[in-house]
């Protein structure tokens, strides 16, 4: 555990010498004893230590200082570390100042110049100020801190990126927190300047894109080799499921996200029917328990990093980033799953990462405390996240258009729903507008049937309206059906220009796309089936074709 820190200023050298010696005899066990001969590079100090959460116990000033005196430096201190406890160093001609002091700047003691013996002057007083003070300590967040506005899509996405790369993280909310404020103030920053992110060692990022923080926080480790023999795109299920078995087999395997391994699942607040959870987990579970794994056995990961395309030459793969640098390699597995469907509604893009998000968006869950939240979608994942959300908000409301939830959601969760009071299913409806200032307030909601509108007043809204494949960025390198899924094994033959991409004399293996050595696995596959359980089983799979393919070439 990390000592609580003594902060000691005099700016005369040998009394500081003195009193240093003195404190470090008796007390270096249990705090670090911090000396400083000036108050303004002490001031300075102290700032840095604030960014860096460490914890000051008490501050021991001497009273006529050149800068400042030192009354004047403990206001200055105390507005830093208000919890701490403040002593002053005195000569018998200061002792009207220290009496004033005690009420102006709550000064708890006064110490006379000289202190001997310290073992009856000194530390007698040092030991009861300080059992009072580790009487009401409690240790700071040690950890990032991000500052920011509640209702700012910037500051979600930074959210969404910490927590589902799961980085501990502290928010703080500039229009809630004192902290936030006082954090800015020190750092010399304004609002304009949000969102801010303070690291564990004090290091400040003023509104850093998604890469420059990764880079910053030491996440992005960068690629160690110069040709793996599998590249898997995508870090959900299907793709950590591949990088486990690829590593354990002895593959130099590499797995290259765009947000944060887990995919969607890695969002979800509690899956029931995995295999060998009787209790359930939650996707953050499922997605640390993967990555720890996966790194264990020796896969790489490079998050948040985008692939702009894949080339192939003499049967070698180039994988082209956005930030135009390439990694090649031998084989390649496409786990890039699904992105969720847009609602094309009034004031619904007004508002994205504002009051309103797409998927569960589990970082912002606590923000809706005793508030009313509303759904859209009757899918499992909407189910999830109701059940999930109705821990925190007043009530949750689903809105759906058919008549019940029974055709698009598992009956467990139907039960689940039901059981739970803070949970109305709102049939027949649909959504016609969004509206508010700086964030959601209201919504605008139909009856299909009765074509009524009524106004709801609404804190967030979560979109669950279906999937599409995450696969735009393939162009014309590798075939697809007509919604966009990878065709594969097969599935090939479909095509009519068959005969002409695929030139080799056996026929595609199972999870092979229309270039030989690129696989498909998990929900971005046309026929998959979007479960956890199975998006795991094909990643798995995947890596024994990938070995077949190798043997080949």
């Known amino acids: 555990m990390e000592k609580p820190l003594i902060f000691l200023i005099d700016d005369d050298p040998q009394v500081l010498h003195s009193i240093t010696r003195d404190l470090k005899s008796q007390y270096e066990k249990k705090y670090k004893i911090i000396s400083n001969s000036s108050a303004h590079q002490a001031l300075e100090t102290i700032a840095e230590l604030r960014n860096q959460s460490k914890a000051i116990a008490i501050f021991i000033s001497d009273q006529r200082m050149p800068e400042m005196q030192g009354v004047e430096f403990l206001k200055k201190a105390m507005a830093i570390f208000p919890d701490a406890k403040r002593v002053l160093l005195t000569a018998y001609s200061d002792t009207q100042a ?41 240790p700071e967040f040690k950890g990032i801190k991000l500052i920011g506005f509640q209702y700012s899509p910037f500051s979600h996405k930074l959210k969404d990126y910490l927590a589902g790369n799961l980085i501990p993280y502290q928010w ?232 019940s939830l029974s055709n698009t959601m598992s009956s467990y969760l139907i039960k689940q729903i039901e059981s739970l009071p803070n949970i109305e299913v709102l049939t027949n409806c649909k959504i016609r507008e969004a509206s508010g200032g700086s964030h959601l307030e209201d919504l605008l909601i139909e009856n299909i049937k009765s074509k009524s509108l009524e106004k709801h007043k609404a804190a967030a809204l979560y979109i669950f309206i279906g999937a599409k494949p995450f696969t735009d960025w393939l162009g014309e390198a590798i075939e697809r059906d007509v919604n966009g899924f990878i065709r594969t094994g097969q599935n090939l033959r479909y095509d009519s220009r068959f005969e002409q991409f695929w030139k080799l004399k056996r026929d595609p293996y199972l999870l092979e796309t229309s270039i030989p050595g690129v696989f498909a696995a998990g929900d971005v596959r046309s026929g998959a089936m979007s479960r956890v359980a199975s998006a795991v089983g094909e990643g798995s799979m995947a890596i024994s074709f990938v070995h077949k393919y190798l043997a080949e070439n």
């Open 98 to 138: 220290a009496i004033e002091a005690i009420n102006h700047i709550q000064l708890d003691y006064y110490l006379m110049k000289p202190w001997d013996p310290a073992g009856e002057r000194l530390y007698p007083v040092l030991d009861e100020l300080l059992s009072d003070w580790q009487a009401n300590y409690r």
């Open 172 to 403: 703080l909310d500039i229009e809630k927190d004192p902290e936030a404020n006082l954090l800015l103030q020190l750092n010399g920053l304004s609002l304009e300047n949000l969102p801010v992110v303070i690291t564990e060692d004090g290091e400040v990022f003023i509104q850093p894109d998604v890469s420059a923080l990764a880079l910053g926080i030491g996440a992005d480790a960068g690629v160690m080799t110069e040709m793996y023999d599998v590249v898997i795109i995508g870090g959900g299920p299907a793709g950590l499921a591949s990088a486990v078995y690829g590593a354990s087999e002895g593959l130099k395997t590499l797995i290259i996200e765009r947000k944060a391994p887990g995919g969607q699942a890695g969002t979800s607040s509690r899956i029931e029917n995995y295999l060998g959870f009787p209790s359930g987990l939650t996707g953050a579970d499922l997605s640390r328990r993967a990555i720890s794994q996966a790194i264990r056995l020796g896969a790489e990961i490079l998050s948040p990093k985008e692939v702009l395309s894949i080339s192939e030459t003499d049967n070698y793969k180039t994988i082209t980033l956005h930030d135009q640098s390439s990694i090649k390699c031998r084989a390649v597995i496409i786990t890039t799953g699904v992105d969720y469907k847009k609602l094309e509604i009034k004031g619904i893009s007004d508002f994205t990462g504002a009051g309103i998000y797409y998927g569960a968006a589990v970082s912002e869950a606590t923000s809706c405390r005793g508030q009313q939240v509303y759904i859209v979608g009757g899918g499992n994942s909407a189910g999830q996240s109701a059940v999930y959300l109705s821990k925190f908000a007043k009530k949750v409301h689903i809105l759906i258009r058919r008549e």
